[in-house]
């Protein structure tokens, strides 16, 4: 059985934590020592619906190199979080510089050697008994975690959830057999409409917008395959400024973003790592018949992460936790209201 103690993590990323150096089109100047790394986005987007004590069950991974800087550790601690810190002093920390261009094109490398994770390092800790897994791998590799986890965790406790986001360079269609063998294994898979398009070698940007049509298409062909052990589980397309999209067996429905202006959105880095942490939490709250709901919560975590230059600031208030001055179940609220009103493209 699972340690009485260790059975109360709700969330466990195995996307790796970066220090992020972000080189902007000029005159706007570079920014270095950023927490970053799909790790550290999802875990935010976890940790955004999780105030303390609740905040110890998300759980995450951090590979501390001989360069780790001061002022990181401190934030990390300040989230609270059941994150597991790695001391590896014989190494630099992962490092990747992000270059943005026009339309927020995003070019990304590693600047010292990637220090992967998988399912050996939740061997031993509480994280191998989270309730769910963010897992951004290749479709062979999402096989081969899920198929570890569960067999770490020797089905002494109930099947968590997985979350699979396809890594980019992957969404090929050359990839695209190996992605319907992986459908099956997981309870939720999350390409951006650009990886989705990849898959099929198509393109699903239009001038003004995405092409709305295309996607739900798309999104079919993958449902018709089955998604989850027995095809109840579902897809949630990330579609930038155009929302989300997000299907399963019998319902499908279009979200808007959370942030509409263009100026409340500094640094697109890492909302889409966020939007999963968020989606994740609501699954574990809602179950997987609660998938529009985690979109939502999805779409609300994502807000925060893009506002700023990394990470929203954390504080707190007479009436709780706040992040950019925010409580998160206000902008929740706020943003529920405009579902009322917003009209399916």
Request: hydrophobic share 35%.
């Amino acid at each position: 059985m699972a340690p009485e103690s260790a059975v109360d993590i709700d969330f466990c990323t195995l996307g790796m934590f970066i220090i992020d150096e972000i080189e902007f089109p000029p005159p706007k100047p570079p920014v270095k020592d950023i927490l970053g790394g799909a790790g550290s986005y999802s875990a935010l987007g976890a940790r955004l619906f999780s105030p303390p004590p609740r905040s110890k069950s998300v759980g995450w991974i951090v590979d501390c190199g001989s360069d780790f800087p001061s002022e990181l550790r401190d934030t990390i601690a300040k989230w609270d979080t059941g994150v597991v810190m790695r001391e590896t002093p014989q190494r630099l920390t992962t490092r990747g510089w992000n270059g943005y261009g026009d339309n927020e094109h995003r070019a990304f490398r590693y600047t010292t050697p990637k220090l992967r994770l998988d399912h050996h390092v939740l061997a031993d800790t509480p994280l191998l008994w989270s309730k769910s897994f963010h897992l951004i791998c290749s479709p062979l590799r999402c096989i081969d975690l899920v198929q570890n986890i569960l067999a770490l965790r020797n089905q002494t406790a109930p099947r968590p959830l997985f979350i699979w986001e396809p890594v980019p360079d992957l969404c090929v269609p050359s990839e695209l057999d190996n992605c319907l063998k992986a459908l099956p294994f997981i309870d939720v898979v999350s390409p951006n409409n650009s990886e989705l398009g990849g898959f099929f070698s198509e393109s699903t940007d239009q001038v003004d917008h995405v092409n709305y049509p295309r996607i739900e298409q798309l999104c079919q062909e993958w449902l018709k395959s089955g998604i989850g052990p027995e095809g109840r589980g579902g897809v949630v397309v990330r579609a930038g400024k155009d929302g989300c999209f997000v299907a399963s067996q019998g319902f499908h429905k279009w979200l808007p973003a959370c942030h509409q202006s263009r100026e409340s959105v500094v640094d697109p880095t890492g909302g889409g790592n966020g939007f999963l942490g968020g989606l994740a939490m609501g699954l574990v709250k809602r179950g997987i018949e609660g998938l529009e709901e985690a979109a939502i919560w999805g779409s609300v975590s994502a807000s925060f992460a893009i506002e700023q230059i990394g990470m929203p600031v954390l504080a707190r208030d007479e009436k709780g936790e706040t992040w950019n001055g925010v409580h998160v179940e206000d902008r929740m609220l706020h943003f529920k209201e405009r579902l009322d009103k917003y009209v399916q493209p």
